[in-house]
């Protein structure tokens, strides 16, 4: 995914202004799109970032990024928000206690005493070469459950 800003003049005090290095106030025009990935994890601070510089928008299930004023916008469906999810059905659930629960009621057999490793929180691009998605396996995640901190998206 390479994403390139690409600046213009602005207005001091517009929102998501920055100074540049001659000392001028700019703010993000659109974003330059090098590859799109068919398949991208986007970190909840980058959003938060690009919402507040104006170059990208979260609403509706989807993660809008703006692109030059001749092209139409990159547009990414949101299959999964950060939050705990199983590994069995997918389903996503409430918090730690609940995603035990679910696993242990559901799915007997596993064990959610077991706390999902760290990998989980991470996307894991292994996972997305080997098997096309973010979504871990019962092998990398013995509890049953994973926990993500990222918008696992899809192109629309
Ligand atoms: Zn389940």
């Excluded at 000392?23 to 993000?28: A, E, L, Q, T, W």
């Excluded at 659109?30 to 510089?53: C, M, Q």
Aim: charged content about 25%; overall charge neutral.
């Amino acid at each position: 995914m390479y994403l390139t800003k690409i600046f213009k003049p602005a207005m001091p005090g517009d929102p998501g202004t920055v100074m540049s290095l001659k000392g001028g106030p700019i703010k993000v025009d659109y974003i330059r799109v090098g590859l799109a990935n068919d398949r991208v994890a986007f970190k909840p601070t980058r959003v938060e970032s690009g919402a507040a510089e104006g170059w990208l928008s979260l609403g509706d299930g989807k993660i809008t990024i703006k692109t030059a004023p001749d092209l139409p916008d990159l547009v990414y469906a949101i299959e999964r928000p950060p939050g705990h999810y199983c590994c069995e059905c997918d389903a996503p659930l409430d918090d730690e206690h609940s995603a035990r629960r679910h696993v242990l009621v559901e799915h007997a057999g596993m064990d959610p005493r077991k706390v999902p490793d760290s990998a989980g929180v991470q996307a894991n691009y292994y996972d997305l070469l080997a098997t096309g998605s973010f979504k871990a396996s019962r092998k990398s995640h013995p509890a049953g459950y994973e926990r993500i901190n990222y918008y696992d998206c899809v192109k629309a």
